[in-house]
């Protein structure tokens, strides 16, 4: 399985849902909450290529967007076969 990354911070209800959906899954994700400091979160935002909301996700490297994108390719039957690649 691909390594999966997943910014968060401790409050936000979509980082919940989105780790929760890996969890199910079955996933090991490495998670770094970017709440407290601003030098991760403009990381974050540098590989997210701009993006500055939470959560933001990385399959294998690559960014998948954040938790609306992630349960749409999950819905599209596209997350399963992105992991496992």
Known sequence: MKRVEIYTTRTCPYCLAAKELLTTKGVAFEETDVGADP?????MRDRANGRHTVPQIFI???????CDDIHALDAAGK???????
Do not use: I, N, Q, S
């Open 39 to 43: 030098a991760l979160r403009a990381a």
């Open 79 to 85: 997350l399963d076969p992105m992991l496992a690649e």
């Open 60 to 66: 294998g490297g690559v960014h998948v967007g954040g």
